[in-house]
C-alpha cells in the first residue's frame, strides 16, 4: 500500500511569512495526526482530526497555525505569521484508529524559519 | 498527562553487540506502545506495537517487552549492524478514546564497525 504522502520536503521561510504544509493520507485510515519534532526532541501532537472532524487541537497555536481536512482525506496544515520557534519537521501520520492499530508516518516536512 | 522518558539519550556500541534501550512512562493506563525509528532527517518507521494486554513482542533480531504496572519497556536488540545507527523513539498511546502518541525524546544509537 502507498506510505502517508507530504509535501514539500523542504521549506525555508523569513519569519512573519506564511507557509502551508500538504499531507495524504493512507486511503482508508479515517484518523490523521500532525505533530512538531523541534531538534533533539520527540514529536508533540499538534491536532487530530477523526475523517473530517477535529478529535483534539488544544495543543495547536491558534493564533498562528491552522489545519483543515476537507472531505475526510488530505489536510493542510499552515503557519500564519511564522516565527523563528516554529522551525522544526511536520510530520503527518494516518491510522485505521482505535487500540489496535498503530500509526504510520510520512517523511515530513522541514521547516526553517530565518 | 502522560510522560515518557528515554534512557539513555545516546549509546555507542561495537558491532555485534546485544543492546537494551529503556522508555519509562507515568501514566499506566496505556492503550498500546509503540517503538519507531527514525533516520537522519527522515519521518518515524515503526517496529514493534504492544498493545496493553500483551508482554512482549518480537521482530527478527528485536524483542520488545511492556510491564504496564511498572510503567516500563525496554527494546532489545541482539548482534547489533551498523545499519542499526539511527535514534529510536518509544511511544505510549492513551487519551480517553482519542489514542494519541506521547514520545520520548528518543535514544541515537550509534554501532561501529
Known amino acids: 500500500e502507498a506510505g502517508v504522502a507530504q509535501s514539500p520536503r523542504y521549506k525555508i521561510i523569513e519569519k512573519r511569512q506564511s507557509v502551508a504544509f500538504w499531507c495524504n493520507p493512507i486511503?482508508?485510515?479515517?484518523?490523521l495526526y500532525w505533530y512538531q519534532q523541534i531538534l533533539g526532541q520527540g514529536p508533540k501532537l499538534l491536532i487530530q482530526?477523526?475523517?473530517?472532524?477535529?478529535?483534539?487541537d488544544s495543543q495547536l497555536p491558534k493564533d498562528r497555525f491552522s489545519a483543515e481536512r476537507l472531505k475526510g482525506v488530505d489536510s493542510t496544515l499552515k503557519i500564519q505569521p511564522a516565527k523563528l520557534e516554529d522551525s522544526a519537521v511536520y510530520l503527518c501520520?494516518?491510522?485505521?484508529?482505535?487500540?489496535?492499530?498503530?500509526?504510520?508516518f510520512g517523511s515530513g516536512t522541514r521547516l526553517t524559519v530565518v | 498527562k502522560q510522560e515518557v522518558t528515554q534512557i539513555p539519550a545516546a549509546l555507542s556500541v561495537p558491532e555485534g553487540e546485544n543492546l537494551v534501550l529503556n522508555c519509562s512512562f507515568t501514566d499506566s493506563a496505556i492503550y498500546n506502545l509503540q517503538w519507531f525509528r527514525q533516520d537522519p532527517g527522515k519521518g518515524l518507521t515503526s517496529l514493534l506495537l504492544?498493545?496493553?494486554?500483551?508482554r512482549e513482542q518480537t521482530s527478527g533480531r528485536l524483542n520488545a517487552s511492556l510491564d504496564k504496572s511498572s510503567g516500563r519497556s525496554t527494546l532489545y536488540i541482539a548482534a547489533s549492524q551498523p545499519g542499526d545507527s539511527a535514534t529510536y523513539l518509544c511511544a505510549a498511546s492513551s487519551g480517553a478514546g482519542s489514542y494519541q502518541l506521547t514520545f520520548g525524546k528518543g535514544t541515537k544509537l550509534s554501532v561501529i564497525p
Open positions: 486511503s482508508g485510515h479515517a484518523t
Open positions: 501520520a494516518s491510522s485505521l484508529g482505535g487500540r489496535d492499530y498503530g500509526y504510520t
Open positions: 482530526f477523526q475523517n473530517n472532524g477535529v478529535v483534539d
Open positions: 504492544i498493545q496493553s494486554s500483551q
